[in-house]
């Protein structure tokens, strides 16, 4: 156990809806990851926090947002979902900003039908 | 901007065997961590190793040991007596300090036979 947990774990929806994942970092991490890794590819970066702030964007759709909270807990946002956004949805988190290795928790598996 | 190459989409050894995953990676910075990441059927991503490029010891954890040529920009995972267990897709990752990104390779798909 990593000690991220990210939910849901499995999601179905429609084509142009709209979705939130949850992550919460492990205990005292401040900075929290999301990539997407779509079937048997590699992982993408999205977007970086760290103590609340956007810290490092990678490629990020327009239609995808994130935020993270005052308790550490960030939101990956995704809208107008299209069948090309079915994925894993992984966020990993870390201590500081540039120290130490990223710790994953177990993805969150997007199904766009 | 960094990138990282795995060169070898898959590969299959005999369990007992040694393989070498390699990866190269192009970056202007001289500070910076290479990982080694583990990719098992269930999805979950697991930390294999890691190597400060400051360090000029190859890291080694039990089984697992890296080459780390700074120069050349190579950082090549050793897997010795290879278990069944250690079948997974293996992805190599860049972090520099002076950046809060963390680049992953497109990653090896590792086949350990019985």
């Known amino acids: 156990d990593s000690g991220v947990t990210q939910t849901p774990k499995h999601l179905i929806t429609a084509t142009g809806q709209r979705v939130t994942l949850r992550c919460s970092p492990r205990?005292?991490?401040?900075?929290v990851y999301w990539y997407q890794q779509s079937l048997d590819q590699g992982l993408q970066f999205l977007i970086q926090y760290y103590n609340g702030e956007e810290r490092a964007k990678g490629n990020i759709l327009e239609r995808f947002s994130a935020q993270q909270f005052p308790d550490l807990h960030s939101e990956l946002n995704l809208s107008s979902l299209e069948l090309g956004d079915s994925a894993l949805y992984f966020c990993?988190?870390?201590?500081?900003?540039?120290?130490?290795?990223?710790?994953f928790g177990e993805g969150s598996r997007l199904t766009v039908l | 901007a960094q990138t990282v190459t795995q060169s070898q989409p898959e590969m299959s050894v005999q369990e007992a065997e040694t393989v070498t995953l390699s990866c190269t990676y192009d970056t202007s910075e001289s500070n910076y961590y290479l990982f080694w990441y583990k990719q098992p059927p269930s999805r979950q991503m697991i930390l294999v190793i890691r190597q400060e490029a400051y360090k000029q010891q190859n890291a080694t954890e039990n089984r697992f040991s890296v080459n780390f040529q700074k120069a050349a920009k190579s950082f090549s995972l050793k897997i010795s007596d290879s278990q069944l267990g250690d079948t997974a897709m293996y992805f190599c990752?860049?972090?520099?300090?002076?950046?809060?990104?963390?680049?992953f390779g497109k990653g090896t798909r590792l086949h350990i036979l019985p």
């Open positions: 205990s005292g991490d401040l900075s």
């Open positions: 990993a988190s870390r201590r500081g900003r540039n120290t130490g290795e990223l710790f």
């Open positions: 990752a860049f972090m520099s300090l002076g950046d809060d990104k963390i680049i």
